[in-house]
């Protein structure tokens, strides 16, 4: 029987049909599910031009389309076109295959007429509302003529909707006995608001009139809501009541052979767990850390030095603004900070940040800001940092997978209290914790206890950076202790084979 997950994206290797987090969990998904031998099927769409590139020169910044690698191309294979409407036209999608052992991810390219190429041309990108809801039924439209035609619903076993944005699926077939929503974020940009006579005129379907918010309608339809760590089981019902006797909390894993160090990855499977080989292993890595810093800044050096790394989307609830402000009043501490990241090209606060960054890396030498931040980058950094920061404001970080990459390769994490670092880290025995554990979900940007929290939570974040700077550079056995507990204990509880088998070889009630 066949499993099917469909999804606004997925981070295929050498792709750019990605945007962030999301799309490397699901790419991650579909790699193990290959290893797995399960009959796997992601439907997606192909975004031709990626999602975007921060582009900055003389003081300009421009967000630019991405290029998609030629060793992508050559992966992937044409399917049949098929035929849908849209805005009452008819509609030629290419379906495009990418294999991977017993895994297929079913990519859908819009190929006439020429405005509705344009939906599928970059990721979370368009010039408009209408751009972006016609983007989305497209995918509900292509899915299930494919669902239908291709693969035959009776061979179904079970059809995951990834994000809100998919379940627009349900106003076409009747799959709620095998569908179900998986929520991967409390952030209202996950949970997306339609105008009724937009659904009634492209799906034909029967709402009431005025905006109807797709997550509630979805909830309200399937019997099974999934969240991806254990404390969004306390968020998500504050938001959707309707969830209520539907929730199952399914915690992120992450593929170990994509973002694990060979040399411990092969280690710890033969319970040869050792600081000696940790060490090994991050010498290595800081040379590889050091040829892609020097891309950025010919003049820097990692050697000798401490290097402390916040990498992530650029996005007000991240919190960028913690280690920008720790930089700033404390530019001369004797550590390298790399900074990685862009924002959503309309996302006013987070190219703030952006700039910010930039910033920081012009007027510091110890400070590298990477913008073209990919698949490439981040494995790289997540072996050869001395220190990971993850910093998202406690309620809004439904998981979080970029700590995981860095405990499973002996890289202590400072992290808040939130998503599924609650069920990870113990704090000075394999990284370290600050903040509350909110389980409200807190309006930051217009609940005046945001800024109070934010003060309070930045105070106690500096503190704890001091001392781990300190611990590193004159404690180094406790600072190895704590990074070989990471390494040790974390490969096993955040494989994402363990997720797989929660997902689709056990039960609800098993």
């Known amino acids: 029987m066949v499993i099917v997950s469909i ?130 039924i497209l995918l509900a439209k292509a899915s299930a003529e494919y669902l239908v035609k291709n693969i035959g619903l009776e061979n179904v076993h079970v059809i995951d909707l990834e994000e809100s944005y998919t379940a627009l699926i349900l ?59 254990r404390k969004q089981s306390d968020i998500i019902p504050r938001i959707f009541p ?12 992450i593929y170990l052979e994509r973002w694990m160090d060979p040399l411990l990855l092969n280690a710890w499977r033969k319970g040869e767990v050792n600081k000696a080989i940790l060490e090994e292993a991050r010498r290595k890595a800081k040379k590889e850390l050091d040829a892609l810093l020097r891309k950025y800044k010919p003049e820097v050096s990692v050697e000798n030095k401490m290097v402390i790394t916040w990498s992530r989307r650029l996005s007000k609830y991240k919190r960028p603004y913690f280690i920008a402000r720790f930089i700033e009043e404390n530019p001369d501490l004797d550590v390298i900070y790399v900074l990685a990241g862009k ?45 990971w920061l993850f910093t998202p404001f406690s309620g809004w970080e439904a998981c979080g997978t970029s700590y995981m990459k860095a405990l499973v390769n002996g890289v202590p994490v400072l992290s808040s209290r939130d998503g599924g670092v609650l069920e990870l880290v113990e704090d000075n025995v394999n990284g370290w914790l600050f903040g509350s554990d909110i389980r409200d979900f807190i309006n930051i940007y217009e609940d005046p206890r945001a800024k109070e929290i934010d003060e309070k939570e930045y105070m106690e974040f500096k503190e704890k950076l001091f001392k781990i700077i300190d611990l590193y550079y004159s404690n180094g056995e ?20 363990n997720v797989l088998k929660q997902y689709y070889l056990t039960s609800k009630n098993s």
């Open 478 to 497: 406790k600072y190895w202790e704590i990074s070989v507990n990471a390494w040790r204990n974390t490969p096993l509880k955040v494989d994402i084979r």
């Open 242 to 253: 309707e969830v209520k006797g539907k929730l199952r909390s399914i915690t992120n894993g």
């Open 7 to 136: 999804t606004p994206e997925i981070a295929l290797e050498k792709s750019r049909t990605y945007a962030g987090g999301l799309g490397v969990l699901e790419g991650d998904k579909f790699y193990a599910a290959g290893d797995m031998g399960l009959d796997y099927t992601v439907l997606s769409l192909f975004y031709t031009h990626g999602y975007t590139k921060v582009n900055m020169k003389n003081n300009e910044m421009a967000f630019e389309e991405e290029v998609q690698d030629p060793e992508f191309y050559n992966k992937l294979k044409p399917d049949r076109e098929i035929v849908i409407t849209l805005k009452n036209s008819n509609v030629y999608v290419r379906p495009w295959i990418y294999t991977y052992k017993t895994a297929k991810a079913i990519l859908f390219e819009a190929t006439c007429p020429e405005w509705a190429r344009k939906l599928t041309n970059r990721v979370y990108v368009e010039d408009n509302d209408e751009e972006k809801y016609l983007k989305y």
């Open 343 to 387: 924002p959503h090209p309309k996302d006013v606060d987070g190219i703030r940040y952006l700039r910010w960054f930039r910033e920081l890396n012009l007027k510091l030498r110890n400070v590298v800001y990477i913008p073209d931040y990919d698949l490439d980058v981040a494995k790289i950094l997540v072996k050869s940092s001395d220190l």
């Open 171 to 229: 106003y076409i077939l009747d799959i709620v006995d095998k569908a179900r929503i998986i929520l991967h974020t409390p952030g209202p940009w996950g949970h997306p608001v339609y105008p009724s006579e937009f659904l009634e005129r492209e799906l034909g379907a029967s709402v009431p009139k005025g905006l109807i918010n797709i997550t509630s309608e979805a909830v309200k339809k399937l019997k099974e809501v999934i969240v991806v760590s």
